[in-house]
């Protein structure tokens, strides 16, 4: 099976769900699967000294995932290392961008998609899929020094924040997040 047609399973508290948008029909039995397929870490990265967990999989995707927001800047020289993996290019933060955790990038199946993402204000606003927040790597030139992302990370552009309401200052808060 190539890269582009490898499907991810999105699981979390051994439930496991099909991704609607890719169309996967591989859960059994509700939705259950064994101890062993569980979302959880899937290994570890040292960087400086610090231990990440890296994790291959997220949250299920439902109409209204919960979701923690991280800042990032698209542009080149930014925050977000390389170019952005859906189209290759850098883009302006005043753009609806963001960038999803790996199991939710699910290989790139959402790039180009638009969610819907909701603070809890209230403030709500569309934006682009465009890149992957890392769950796997990081610490690294490519990711600009910055460790892995967790599992539940919607990565947004200032655009995204401005719109949501959300003052970068405070940091991590809770939203959500749906296929728009």
Not at 154 to 179: E, R
Request: net charge negative; charged share 20%.
């Amino acid at each position: 099976m190539s890269n582009s047609q490898r499907l991810s399973l999105i699981c979390i508290n051994g439930k496991c769900n099909d991704d609607p948008d890719v169309g996967t029909h591989i859960c059994h039995n509700g939705g259950a699967v064994s101890s062993n397929d569980t979302c959880k870490p899937f290994g570890t990265l040292n960087c400086s000294g610090k231990t990440y967990p890296t994790y291959k999989c997220s949250p299920p995707v439902t109409s209204s995932t919960p979701a923690k927001p991280t800042n990032n800047d698209f542009s080149e020289g930014g925050d977000g290392g390389g170019p952005s993996e859906c189209d290759g290019r850098y883009h302006s933060n005043t753009e609806r961008i963001v960038a999803l955790s790996t199991g939710w990038y699910n290989g790139g199946s959402r790039c180009g998609k638009m969610i819907r993402i909701t603070a809890s204000n209230g403030r709500s606003v569309t934006a682009k899929v465009v890149d992957e927040c890392d769950s796997m790597h990081g610490c690294d030139q490519e990711h600009a020094g910055q460790p892995p992302c967790k599992n539940n990370i919607v990565d947004g552009s200032d655009a995204v924040w401005s719109g949501l309401g959300l003052n970068k200052d405070i940091g991590v808060v809770d939203i959500t997040w749906s296929m728009a």
